[in-house]
């Protein structure tokens, strides 16, 4: 059965239509309706009549936020095999996901109450009493990736309802079905007529024609490089979230645990298939920890499970797409003819690419400079702490680092010397958790997502200034 795209609280069928494949089998997995011009005309039509005419208080907002996250927990086991099928991610890291969507869709609601101005104190000035309110900044735009299908589209969603804006999704095509889901849940939760809006197309078509229509205030956006710099060249002087990409880096120091350390990374290197905008892609490991921490790393790596990712047991299931294996199977192999070596993995099996560790890797291979958004990770050996810091800003990315050490003052000291949005102490770079403000610097985005701290990007700190003698 053909699915509807959600336009001004109606579901509408489309004769062009979208067809999304299970990543694994390759089979046929559902056939989306795609949006034409005038759709995405209809659809920002309704969103700024919603802003100007449509009343959505905080309560209200909040009761629909937590209705939403409720509903999603209900349906976690159907959510969850949508995003296996469709995005290719192992059922217990998709079942984690929808869980980690309730918990963004409940942290949200509670964030709709407090939004609150502030008295300015008057000094310099008599006779005159200044306050701020926030109010929504208008028609939010959601550009969204495949590879957090359903949480990175609450981060946006929630925060943009919460603030009280309207708000147009333009999934990634490739996992468009569990957006759809998101949006009949939004529904059934009771988002007023006009206030969400789903349009599933490709970024050069339909994402193209939301970025050139003027009356939407605000994008929020997560995704490549690429596309972040073309969005923020476009609009102009409206404003824009962008969360992008990285090539994020983990130290383990002389005076760390090295057991652990090994375990941890072994599975945050190759976790959603390296398909994770922090995914551990550099290793700096201290010389003299070098023997100890690989023979453990390796042996960890040899017990991750590679196959069909709604098996339980799987840790590693496929990647998006069969042009993004080869993609990554080239950079491996023009690293290992430039003197890389490769110490497991190297090796493709349909859209599979198996875990991979590299050594001898040096700046100038795409395996170290650019993302490699795949199970692709580099194990580089360094003498001291300061060398390894200067690594890790040699980077033009800087989302989040992480360090395994005993010295807990570093933690003082490293978010001043490291050039990223986050620090992790005795974990890997590849932490989130959806209440902490996150978001990089460098070409790794701008602004910061978290509930709390995303809608304070979206909306609008209005001054009032009172004359008392006027
Ligand atoms: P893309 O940038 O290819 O696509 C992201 C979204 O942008 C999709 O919906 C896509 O549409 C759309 N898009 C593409 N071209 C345009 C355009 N010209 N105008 C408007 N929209 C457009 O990223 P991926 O989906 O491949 O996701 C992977 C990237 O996302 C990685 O770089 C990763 O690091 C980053 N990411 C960053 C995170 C962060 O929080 N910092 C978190 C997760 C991922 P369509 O695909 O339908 O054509």
New binding site residues.
Partial sequence: MIKPLFIDGEWIKTNNTHQVFNKYSGELYSEISVADEKLVNQAVEAAVYAHKHVSFDPDSRGQVLRKVSSLLQENCEELAEIIANEGGKPIKDARNEVMRSASTFEIAAEEARRLVGEIIPNFNVQGRFLYTVKKPIGVVAA??????PLN?VSHKLAPALAAGNPVIL?????T?TIAIKLCELLEIAGVPKGYLHCL?????T???Q??QNERIAHYT????????K??QK?IGLRKATL????NSATIVHEDADIEKAAAKLASMSFANAG????SVQRIFVHNSIKEGFMNQFLAYISNIKVGDPLDPETNVGPM?SSKEVERIEGWVNEAVDEGAVIMTGGKREGNIYYPTVLTNVSKGMKVFDE?V?APVVSVIFYDTLEEAIDLVNDSKYG?QAGIYTSDLSLSYKLPYMLEVGGVVVNDTCCFRTDQMP???VKE??NGK?GPSYAIQELVETVTVVVNLEG
């Fill in positions: 550009i969204t990736p495949f590879n957090f990175l333009k999934p990634a095509s490739d468009a599933v197309g490709s970024g050069s339909v994402g193209e939301l970025l956006f997560t995704g490549s490089p690429g596309v972040g073309h969005i476009t969360e992008l990409g990285s398909q994770i905008c922090i998006i993302e958004f989302l996150y978001g990089g790794s985005g997502e």
